[in-house]
Nanobody
Framework: VRLVESGGGLVQAGGSLKLSCVAS????????MGWFRQAPGKERELVAR???????WYTASVHGRFSISRDNVKNTAYLQMRNLKPEDTAVYYC??????RGQGTQVTVSS
């Protein structure tokens, strides 16, 4: 089982991106799905997380701008990012505690 992210890219400040994370392979019921990010020279940061029941959590800096969702049938998590800021620039990683972490997808926000 592995996690594959997609949807990163380059966007201007104020723009939007939507990240996807697919858990491929034989999977059992997936509980938590989340997104971390790491910017150069900074520590890894948990951005958002969603439980199997749909309970969401966000770090304060993205609250109201980012939205996490999931499709339990497709074993896929999404991160809709709106009103992006240059400080959102980072490599974003999908994280599922029972599987591990994906390879990451770069998000770059230009000012």
């Amino acid at each position: 089982v592995r996690l594959v992210e997609s949807g990163g890219g380059l966007v201007q400040a104020g723009g939007s991106l939507k990240l996807s994370c697919v858990a491929s392979g034989e999977t059992t019921c997936i509980s938590l799905m989340g997104w971390f990010r790491q910017a150069p020279g900074k520590e890894r940061e948990l951005v958002a997380r969603i439980s199997e029941y749909g309970t969401e959590w966000y770090t304060a800096s993205v609250h109201g701008r980012f939205s996490i969702s999931r499709d339990n049938v497709k074993n896929t998590a999404y991160l809709q990012m709106r009103n992006l800021k240059p400080e959102d620039t980072a490599v974003y990683y999908c994280d599922v505690p029972q599987i591990g972490r994906g390879q990451g997808t770069q998000v770059t926000v230009s000012s």
